[in-house]
């Protein structure tokens, strides 16, 4: 028991958590926005997979990181516009449109993976390129704090700076003030000439803008290839961690942070001999868990409004 | 010629399921005044407002604008002209703000950021120019209907609104707030707004507007001057039959009571009174006939009454027991049979088969099952029998209800909920939107049950049937029973459109005799 609080409360643990929080957090806030534009965006999970891919490909072909992160982007805006267009336009169902593009997404890439390099597995075979870690200056010399926080992938900074990013969107902007009036009611929207259809797809693209991030993170930050199935369910936590943040950019941070957290520990636990069955189900019990207590939170609150 | 600010000439809408919602109106507006728009539900009161605010086009007919032609093509248009609209349904966005409610869609901006304190600046002029007291700040949510209401017109304002529409601004208004709202209207009608107040409060109409125009089945019945005309001669107007139905009903002894409604209120999610003090009793062998415009707590009493709404306060009795403690399931067990209003939705399955819609109040009967399974060979001749008897245009039985016409579909209603030789049948609207045929056959099927001993409860808009089909009629108005006639014959419609608009009520021990006689 010692031995697993040791692990706990070290900086190299709370190093971990905010490296995989990364992901969880880009994918929640892409969950975030579209969900307050009321088209709720549960292809997270593929798309974060295509544009994992799409940054491997475009940077091993151009030699460029940066143009592979741009590549991931685009990969991410691309299909959750074409999602937007299949559930917006063609009135397709969210969630079969959804699951269509996850499943396309799990065939797709392994397709393409040994179209290009001969293997379903991994893309180590391709040059790909990595986005650099950062150390801060100054921070980075403080005992501890410069430990936990300097030294992470820039991607986890852009992360951090986009929660701002995304409370000012939606708290201080027009174009939030649309989206999530669109999102809460409709009809008010429509009847000040608000056009609900272009809201709806702006937030929808940006909600794959920011999978893509995540995507770029997986396979050019968090390790340096991509694998089959490596979004691994980040797209399904992020979607939890939303919920369980209410819908509020703190709420989804904090609840992005816990997932990552459970996610860290299994990872640190994998040292201690435990078995990696049961160690792998922790972020998932975790997700459980969260969104349990969220729902029993929630029906006490309706009971009371009643 | 006047002065016209906005003209409707013949005008005509078809909806593309074959409603004609509006014939030929015809409707000027006088620039500066307060217009008042009345008519019963579904005479076309809404879809001309639709056009008038752009959320509609006219099939045919043209409308002038200070005097040019010009087409309504959506609300941005109509906003740009100055038509501002205070819908029955606030567009409002809960969670914002009063503030950021009134912005949306015109956000004053800042750099990229919303400039907060200059729409709070705009906001606040406004409010000092039409003494509207409202706080910008407070959250949407939390503000009374009144409330809600002023913002609504204020947004309207805002967005540079001379002609104001305002959609039964009434209707969810206690009294206090009409008051106020009133003399709010006429304060914007002194800063030269100009205002179509629809509704079908005559009382209201009188006190306020200057001028109105009735439409009837989408028919202008004329525009008059308000101080010209009582409240009687309007209402003559605006109900009234063209047709009259007659059915030869023998004479029939009233029965014991089955249903008995005690000191029954209910309260709507806004905390007003839906429903209050209503008492009368439903006898074995009698027609009940509820009249009233809709919309004055007849649905929430049906409810009520079919054990889908428990949270109301005093007694409803089904035979001996309150149906309180009953589940639905135990009222229609106890023989109750139910037509409801909104067929599609209540009504019937309507992906189903017709067949299976037939069996919904006896699947469960032994006679249909043979053990676990349904005994196939029975339900198909009972729905054979049963689409013959009540004459259901249908290839067979095993066709989609919802490819059927409302006549046909209604027939399927009826003849699942009359088969059964219910104790009491409560019957809304049953010939809503259905042909004259089918309505009549379905008003002599009601008829036949109520010669069998059934109790029928029927509520009905239409004074037609109402009145030809009920043997004591009670009107409702504003979730009051108004009037009460033990016998339908002591009255006549124009009596009948008096109490149905609010213009008279009778005394209370009038309206006790609908418990106390029966």
């Known amino acids: 028991m010692n031995s697993f609080f040791d692990t706990i409360f070290t900086s190299d643990f709370v190093f971990s958590t905010i490296r995989v929080t990364t992901p969880i957090l880009f994918a929640a806030l892409g969950a975030l926005i579209s969900n307050k534009a009321g088209s709720p965006n549960i292809g997270l999970e593929g798309i974060m997979l295509m544009s994992a891919l799409g940054g491997v490909v475009f940077s091993a072909y151009t030699g460029s990181a940066f143009i592979g992160l741009l590549g991931a982007v685009l990969v991410g805006l691309i299909s959750a516009s074409i999602l937007a267009y299949f559930t917006l336009k063609l009135k397709t169902d969210v969630i079969l449109g959804g699951i269509a593009i996850n499943f396309f997404a799990d065939g797709g890439t392994i397709f393409l993976l040994y179209y290009l390099t001969g293997d379903k597995g991994t893309s180590s075979s391709l040059p790909s390129k990595v986005l650099p870690n950062?150390?801060?200056?100054?921070?980075?010399?403080?005992?501890?704090?410069?430990?936990i926080i300097s030294g992470h992938n820039i991607l986890t900074y852009v992360a951090i700076i986009l929660i701002i990013g995304v409370w000012y969107l939606?708290?201080?902007?027009a174009t939030g003030l649309r989206i999530k009036s669109v999102g809460e009611n409709e009809d008010a929207a429509k009847s000040v000439g608000v056009n609900i259809m272009k809201v709806r797809y702006l937030a929808m693209a940006l909600s794959g803008v920011f999978a893509g991030l995540g995507g770029a993170f997986l396979s050019m930050g968090y390790v340096s290839w991509f694998s089959r199935g490596m979004s691994a369910g980040r797209g399904w936590i992020a979607l939890a961690a939303e919920a369980m943040g209410r819908g509020t950019v703190l709420g989804t941070t904090l609840s992005s942070i816990l997932f990552g957290a459970a996610d860290a520990l299994s990872n640190t636990l994998q040292l201690l001999g435990i078995p990696s069955e049961l160690i792998s189900i922790i972020p998932y019990l975790a997700t459980v868990i969260g969104l349990l207590i969220y729902a029993i939170n929630n029906t006490k609150k309706r009971k009371l409004k009643e | 010629m006047d002065n016209y600010i906005l003209e409707l000439k013949n005008i005509m809408k078809l909806y593309n399921n074959g409603v004609v919602a509006n014939k030929k109106v015809n409707f000027e507006l006088k620039e500066g005044e307060i217009h008042a728009i009345v008519g019963e539900n579904g005479a076309g009161k809404s879809t001309l407002m639709k056009i008038l605010f752009g959320m509609e086009q006219p099939t045919s007919g043209e409308i002038f604008f200070k005097g040019k032609k010009t087409n309504i093509e959506g609300s941005d248009k109509a906003i740009e002209m100055g038509i501002g609209m205070v819908h029955q349904h606030f567009m409002l966005v809960p969670s914002f703000t009063i503030a950021q409610n009134m912005i949306l869609g015109m956000e004053p901006k800042k750099g990229i950021s919303i400039d907060y304190n200059k729409a709070t600046d705009m906001i606040k002029d406004l409010i000092k120019v039409y003494n509207l007291k409202v706080d910008p700040n407070m959250k949407t949510e939390d503000l009374s209907v009144g409330m809600k209401q002023k913002?609504?017109?204020?947004?309207?304002?805002?967005?540079?609104?001379?002609?104001?529409i305002l959609d039964e601004p009434t209707a969810v208004l206690t009294p206090q707030e009409t008051d106020e709202l009133f003399v709010q209207l006429k304060k914007l009608k002194e800063n030269g707004h100009t205002i179509i107040f629809i509704s079908h409060k005559l009382r209201e109409v009188k006190s306020i507007c200057d001028r109105v125009t009735v439409i009837k089945k989408g028919l202008t019945m004329g525009t008059y001057n308000v101080s010209d005309m009582t409240e009687q001669e309007i209402s003559n107007i605006m109900i009234g039959r063209d047709v009259v139905l007659k059915y030869d009903k023998r004479k029939n002894e009233k029965g014991e009571a089955l249903l008995k409604v005690e000191n029954l209120s209910y309260k709507g999610i806004e905390g007003n009174y839906i429903l209050k003090d209503i008492n009368f009793t439903l006898n074995r062998g009698n027609i009940l006939g509820i009249a009233g415009i809709e919309g004055n707590g007849q649905r929430e009493l049906i409810s009520i009454i079919t054990g889908n709404k428990k949270n109301y306060e005093g007694n409803v009795f089904l035979g001996e027991k309150s149906i309180q403690k009953l589940s639905i399931g135990e009222i229609k067990n106890y023989g109750m049979s139910y037509i409801p209003e909104d067929r599609m939705t209540d009504g019937v399955a309507k992906e189903a088969f017709i067949m299976e819609n037939l069996i919904g109040n006896r699947y469960k009967s032994s006679e249909l099952n043979n053990?676990?399974?349904?005994?196939?060979?029975?339900?198909?001749?009972?729905?054979?029998?049963?689409v013959s008897s009540y004459d259901v245009v249908c290839k067979d039985i095993e066709q989609k209800v919802e490819s059927l016409s409302g006549g046909n579909i209604q027939k399927i209603v009826v003849a699942r909920e009359c088969s059964i030789d219910p104790e009491v049948l409560i019957a809304e609207q049953p010939t809503r939107g259905v042909d004259v045929g089918a309505a009549h056959f379905i008003h002599e099927e009601i008829i036949k049950l109520r010669d069998d001993k059934t109790a029928v409860l029927l509520v009905s808009a239409d004074l037609n049937e109402a009145m030809e089909l009920s043997d004591s009629l009670i009107v409702m108005f504003e979730g009051k029973i108004v009037a009460y006639f033990e016998d339908v014959k002591e009255t006549d419609e124009e009596e009948l459109g008096l109490y149905m608009l609010g213009i008279k009520r009778q005394s209370e021990e009038e309206i006790r005799r609908a418990i106390d006689e029966c």
């Open chain 2, 371 to 386: 053990g676990l399974l349904f005994d196939m060979n029975k339900i198909n001749k009972l729905s054979e029998e049963l």
């Open chain 2, 151 to 164: 913002v609504e017109i204020l947004k309207a304002l805002l967005r540079g609104a001379k002609i104001l």
């Open chain 1, 134 to 147: 950062i150390d801060l200056p100054i921070i980075q010399n403080i005992p501890v704090l410069g430990d």
């Open chain 1, 170 to 173: 939606l708290n201080k902007t």
